[in-house]
């Protein structure tokens, strides 16, 4: 099953404000990942925090990860309408020999002008 | 290039038709992957390469589906015999090291009919 679950779903805030994404996971990881997708578009990294950090800052955005919770929190500081599009976490893990990124299903953010 | 390339950018393919996406990664960057996403969900990962050998393939669907990446070619992905449910958005992506830090493509739209 894949990991990185989402909340919530959809997020609808007005300008301004700040948005709160959160992320949760099952199993141990080397690292967590968020991304942005506008629509239609492919996705662009946004951040990477290692299991071994507790917060991380990337302009107006941070983020956070717990590992004892098995969860990451994105916030967006002073959201504008281009910040509109939907937020996927990814976790970085070892399965089988291999590693991969595993996608969530991402939250839709709409910032209303 | 500096930017991931996919082609085409939409196929319409009829049931049990032959389809195949081509990517072009980021000069440099040595590994690339394939994505499906399907309604605009979760990111299904297919399989990535390291050069053109197969670093992970646990994500295919082996009977139909089929990837490479042949050294000076753009990397392919091809769906034998498409059913309908392979309709979806096909992504590719690539990275200088492993799964971290991935660029992503446009996408291919695949539309069954």
């Known amino acids: 099953s894949q990991q990185g679950e989402e909340d919530p779903q959809a997020l609808s805030i007005q300008e301004g404000e700040n948005a709160t994404m959160n992320c949760s996971y099952k199993t141990s990881i080397n690292n967590l990942q968020w991304y942005r997708q506008n629509s239609g578009r492919g996705l662009v990294h946004l951040i990477l925090i290692r299991s071994n950090e507790r917060e991380k800052h990337s302009g107006r955005l941070r983020v956070t990860l717990d590992t004892s919770k098995k969860s990451s929190s994105l916030l967006i500081t002073a959201s504008r309408a281009a910040d509109t599009a939907s937020y996927f976490c990814?976790?970085?893990?070892?399965?089988?020999?291999?590693?991969?990124?595993?996608f969530g299903k991402g939250t839709k953010l709409t910032v209303n002008p | 290039g500096e930017e991931v390339a996919q082609t085409p950018k939409h196929l319409v393919r009829g049931e049990g038709q032959k389809a195949k996406l081509y990517c072009a990664p980021i000069k440099g960057h040595s590994y690339v992957f394939w994505y499906q996403q399907v309604l605009k969900n979760e990111f299904k990962f297919l399989i990535s390469f390291q050069n053109e050998n197969v670093f992970d393939e646990t994500g295919m669907p082996k009977e139909r589906f089929s990837a490479k990446c042949l050294p000076n070619s753009p990397c392919s992905l091809e769906i034998q015999a498409t059913k309908l449910e392979d309709s979806a958005v096909y992504f590719c992506?690539?990275?200088?090291?492993?799964?971290?830090?991935?660029?992503f493509g446009p996408g291919t739209r695949l539309t069954v009919t």
């Open positions: 990814a976790t970085h893990r070892f399965q089988g020999g291999s590693e991969k990124l595993v």
């Open positions: 992506a690539s990275s200088r090291e492993g799964p971290d830090e991935q660029y």
